[in-house]
């Protein structure tokens, strides 16, 4: 094909919030989309979701872990092509992030899990994986990989426009004309789920209904937003792990999940203090747009109404996936999806490692 086609692509996104896999394809030229094609997710199981989070912080993984996470990649792109009546002779490419492991920019070091090599094999189409190892070489942090994405789908928008994803760590992107500017803000949902396992067993805070009875404890508010990285200017990116919570263990159920939810949406409302502009479109996107409490406390601290990302017809639990799959057709196109701006790179930077059959 050449450099001015349009490519299928599927893409392959696993977060830190251990929700599971998401898949979704597009047709896209590596600047714009044409087509957006059908999305399908696969929760992981308790019993694999614990085996993940017990290896975060690690940096060597056994290889049946990365084999199993594989394989489950390669189901779900046989069940989506199957459900969707695709063949695998029409994706031209597929991007997979792989699970996110362990995070340390500042020390050139990210970890992805999963094989490239046998995820080709699995499923007969090439890959590209390995999207932060170019930029982490660098000197560039490695993430958030996913606003040139979302510059691609904001740039008919004439106003500037805010996109925060809220994950297990949340990040935001800045984009008007001439400007994209990108960053993680602080922590998302990774928290808040997290609490939810210890204390009742859940795997979140279903709308919020926990943190809504609570209190926020403010002087564990202020102790968490004095911690170093909120000094730091972007670009700059978090490992799911950064913030010691353990103060957050004396609170109540109710209490601790408040406090949490104030910690998230404060961090992210601090966030404007680097914009060059100001927005009065915030599109919201990542599990945490479910939670209307993270969404109504967000609004209010901003003073404006934050929007989920549905809201102007974008699917925001496909948006991930469809984010990767764009950035596997600029990798194979050798454009750049690194920035200065938006990972620290001292240029702009393309990359991944490709696999072909």
Known sequence: MSKNS?????????????DGIDAAIIK??????????????RPYNDKFKARLNAEFGKRVVSQSLQKELTHLHAELVEYLFLKHKYLNSEIDIVGFHGQTIYHEPNKKFTLQIG???????LIGIPVINNFRGVDIAAGGQGAPLAPIYHKALASKFLEPTVIVNIGGVANVSFVADGCLLAFDTGPGN??????????????YDRDGAVARKGR?????????????????????SLDRNEFDLLAIEKLSIEDGAATL??????????????????????LITGGGRHNSFIMEELSKRLGIRVMPVEDIGWDGDALEAQAFAFL??????????????????????????????
């Open 261 to 282: 939810v104030a910690f998230t949406v404060e961090a992210i409302a601090r966030s404007v203090e680097y914009f060059p502009q100001k927005s009065q479109r915030w």
């Open 328 to 357: 596997a057709v600029r990798s194979l196109l050798n454009l750049p999806f690194s920035f200065p701006s938006t990972t620290g790179v001292p240029i702009e930077l393309s990359g991944g490692d490709q696999y072909i059959l």
């Open 190 to 203: 990774a928290p808040i789920d997290d609490l939810m396992k210890r204390k009742l067993g859940v795997p």
């Open 216 to 236: 926020v404890d403010g002087d564990i508010l202020v102790s968490l937003l004095n911690h170093s990285y909120f000094c730091k200017s972007p670009p700059k």
């Open 28 to 41: 896209t030229d590596g600047y714009s989309v044409e087509y957006f094609g059908p999305f399908e997710t």
């Open 6 to 18: 349009n490519y299928t692509a599927l893409g392959l996104m696993s977060g830190t919030s251990l």
């Open 115 to 121: 094989d490239g090599a046998l995820l080709a094999k």
